[in-house]
């Protein structure tokens, strides 16, 4: 990635997790679309791991069903792209099963978390 690529990945990322992290339940929900889109394409090492910590973080409370799928969807996208994250996500230990009951994408979603978490 060229210099300014990953100051503006930089920036992005920063206000993702200032999103993810917020009371807000707008700003919140349009940080796991920001997120999804992000782990869409290529994330540096060090924006996955500071994504994935915010998106742990706010995966540990209850969201609605569609900021869980966006969340878990991008969460598992790093743990598979970044052997680290998945370090991380079986360091801090949060129990997502009580996702699995809200939709089967979550269930499946949740099962993948768990394969790749161990």
């Keep these: ?3 300014e690529q990953v100051v503006n990945q930089q920036v992005v990322v920063k206000a993702t997790v200032t999103g993810l992290l917020s009371e807000e339940a707008d700003l919140r929900k349009n940080a796991t679309v920001l997120v999804y889109n992000l782990c869409l394409g290529q994330v540096t090492e060090d924006s996955a791991v500071e994504l994935a910590s915010a998106l742990l973080q706010c995966l540990g409370e209850t969201v609605p069903e569609p900021e869980a799928f966006r969340s878990l969807s ?3 996208q790093l743990m598979t792209s970044f052997t680290q994250v998945s370090g991380l996500a079986q360091a801090i230990g ?3 099963s009580h996702y699995s ?3 089967d994408r979550l269930k499946s ?3 993948q978390y768990q394969q790749l978490a161990s």
């Design 1 to 3: 990635m060229g210099g």
């Design 74 to 76: 991008s969460l598992v």
């Design 94 to 96: 949060v129990d997502l």
């Design 101 to 103: 009951s809200q939709s």
């Design 109 to 111: 979603l949740c099962q």
